[in-house]
Nanobody
Framework: QVQLVESGGGLVQAGGSLRLSCAAS????????MGWFRQAPGKEREFVAA????????YYADSVKGRFTISRDNAKNTVSLQMNSLKPEDTAAYYC????????????????WGQGTQVTVSA
């Protein structure tokens, strides 16, 4: 069992930055690929970024590539998402998730989810 708690969301103007963090419980954090997803009202949950078990391979959605950076610290059981050059279309609830398998871009593949943190970007 893994419990995930996100933090760091908030309201920011377009062009600004936010850093999301996700703290995981348990001693098996390094067994999981970690991902970030987001969901805007009326839309499906979409993949944002993922990082491999030991941090060597980050993956990004095309919509955030070059603006967002995912990182993890296995010693602290945390994964972070640095979001720069934010746009109003980045507004959504952001979720941290843990994956035992390998299909990092599919939400249905993930085993554990956090409760989400809201990010609102004003124009």
């Amino acid at each position: 069992q893994v419990q995930l708690v996100e933090s760091g969301g908030g309201l920011v103007q377009a062009g600004g930055s936010l850093r999301l963090s996700c703290a995981a419980s348990g001693r098996t954090f390094s067994r999981y690929v970690m991902g970030w997803f987001r969901q805007a009202p009326g839309k499906e949950r979409e993949f944002v970024a993922a990082i491999s078990r030991f941090g060597g391979s980050p993956y990004y959605a095309d919509s955030v590539k070059g603006r967002f950076t995912i990182s993890r610290d296995n010693a602290k059981n945390t994964v972070s998402l640095q979001m720069n050059s934010l746009k109003p279309e980045d507004t959504a609830a952001y979720y941290c998730a843990a994956l035992q398998g390998s299909t990092y871009y599919e939400a249905s593949s993930y085993d554990y989810w956090g409760q989400g943190t809201q990010v609102t970007v004003s124009a």
